[in-house]
């Protein structure tokens, strides 16, 4: 079974700090994702990668940034955290593009 | 703009009986079709796909259908059962040739089966 595992599931920043978000896979997958998740919005798609250095945006950018030096890791990066980007982040991997995203657990961000 | 829509935010079905689920989509690129399960304090589980090249594709209990003409893809249940209570989320994707590309989303519809 693929895993994706996010290092926190709950995380609480103040307003202006500098945020990581960890993600990794198990599975060599090629595309990773970041995602967030907000009621009545859905999953909105913050940026992707499909392969290691590379990075495209989403829905979503602005305000984050992130880095993929290893395969297996994807980061999102908060660079300067504000109370709009409380939300749960959710990161996901797939193996190319017919494949279902295989998605971690989620990290409950509250920004304060 | 939306461009996959769930227009029900909450189903209520009777354990037993078949849950329908619908999504409409607005863009004609689309050509491959998803629907996710979500447990609370848990991610997205991958549910069930269709190609667009197919109308049909079942699963034991679930059968996705899609109507191109229509821009409409729906999920069916059946039999309903409690641990189906979950949100649900459509999702699509537009192969740009390029690489990979994110799916888009729904809003989701909560489904509640009652006993």
């Known amino acids: 079974d693929v895993k994706v595992t996010q290092s926190s599931r709950y995380l609480v920043k103040r307003t202006g700090e500098k945020v990581f978000l960890e993600c990794v896979q198990d599975?060599?997958?090629?595309?990773m994702f970041w995602y967030r998740q907000d009621p009545g919005l859905g999953l909105r798609l913050i940026y992707f990668?499909?392969?290691?250095?590379?990075?495209e945006k989403g829905d979503i950018p602005e305000g984050y940034s992130v880095s993929r030096e290893k395969k297996e890791r994807f980061s999102l990066i908060l660079e300067s955290a504000s109370t709009n980007q409380t939300s749960m982040y959710l990161c996901?991997?797939?193996?190319?593009?017919?494949?279902?995203?295989?998605f971690g657990n989620g990290t409950r961000l509250t920004v304060t | 703009d939306q461009q996959v829509k769930q227009n029900s935010p909450s189903l209520s079905v009777q354990e037993g009986r078949i849950s329908i689920l619908n999504c409409d989509y607005t863009?004609?690129?689309?050509?491959?079709f998803l629907w996710y399960k979500k447990y609370p304090a848990e991610g997205p589980t991958f549910l069930i796909s269709?190609?667009?090249?197919?109308d049909k594709n079942e699963d034991g209990r679930f059968t996705v259908f899609l109507n191109k003409s229509a821009k409409h893809l729906s999920l069916h249940i059946v039999p309903s059962q409690p641990g189906d209570s979950a949100v649900y989320f459509c999702?699509?994707?537009?192969?740009?040739?390029?690489?990979?590309?994110?799916?888009?989303f729904g809003k989701g519809t909560h489904l509640i089966i009652q006993p």
């Open positions: 996901a991997s797939s193996y190319d593009l017919n494949s279902p995203l295989h």
């Open positions: 599975m060599d997958h090629e595309n």
């Open positions: 990668s499909y392969d290691v250095k590379m990075k």
């Open positions: 863009n004609s690129m689309f050509d491959y």
């Open positions: 269709i190609s667009s090249i197919k």
């Open positions: 999702a699509a994707r537009q192969y740009s040739g390029g690489g990979a590309d994110g799916l888009t």
